[in-house]
């Protein structure tokens, strides 16, 4: 197995990483959807031009992990985009990996750079939401220490999934 590089998200990424976006989300949670209705988040949500968008946004971060040419994880933070008290905190909004690399310290990695960027913003807490029923994702944030304080609803399409919301001090 080759190296693994990581680096920030350039504009000449954006649809290399759209599709790996699209991907991961839909292998993970596409079963849950009606088709019209995952087919309408992913419009609103992992286009390239959804993505170029965000990446030439200083507030928005992505980092990525690549073997090679090709994308084998991402995360995705920036401002808190929850209702939940925002000051002095910043949000991992995505943090996906390739199910082929899931074990191999990827997302360890990821997440080691997404807390270390956040304190360097001066960032005292860190958030993130994860869907109830995640539970390798929830044991994977519970080992970092960020722990549920409440819940709120994740809209694709017309359905509403039971998110929870899980804070970090930093």
């Known amino acids: 197995m080759s190296e693994i590089a990581y680096r920030d998200a350039e504009a000449a990424d954006a649809e290399a990483l759209a599709a790996f976006a699209e991907m991961t989300f839909t292998e993970t949670f596409g079963h849950l959807y009606p088709p019209e209705d995952l087919a309408a988040y992913v419009e609103a949500k992992y286009r390239a031009r959804v993505i170029g968008a ?3 946004d ?30 002095d905190a910043l949000e991992l909004h995505r943090l996906y990996v390739d199910a082929s690399m899931k074990g191999a310290g990827v997302a360890k990695t ?35 220490g960020f722990q ?4 709120h609803k994740f809209m694709v399409g017309r359905v509403a999934d039971r998110d929870f919301i899980w804070r970090l001090s930093l």
């Not at 939401?129 to 970092?144: D, G, I, K, L, M």
């Open 148 to 151: 549920h304080v409440t819940e």
């Open 58 to 87: 200083p507030q928005t971060r992505y980092r990525l992990a690549l073997r090679g040419d090709d994308i084998i994880g991402y995360c995705k933070m920036g401002a808190v985009d929850m209702e939940v008290d925002a000051a």
């Open 110 to 144: 990821l997440m080691d750079e997404a807390l270390g960027w956040a304190r360097d913003k001066g960032a005292k807490v860190m958030y993130l939401s994860v869907w109830e029923n995640n539970a390798r994702a929830q044991a994977f944030y519970r080992r970092y």
């Open 54 to 56: 965000e990446i030439a």
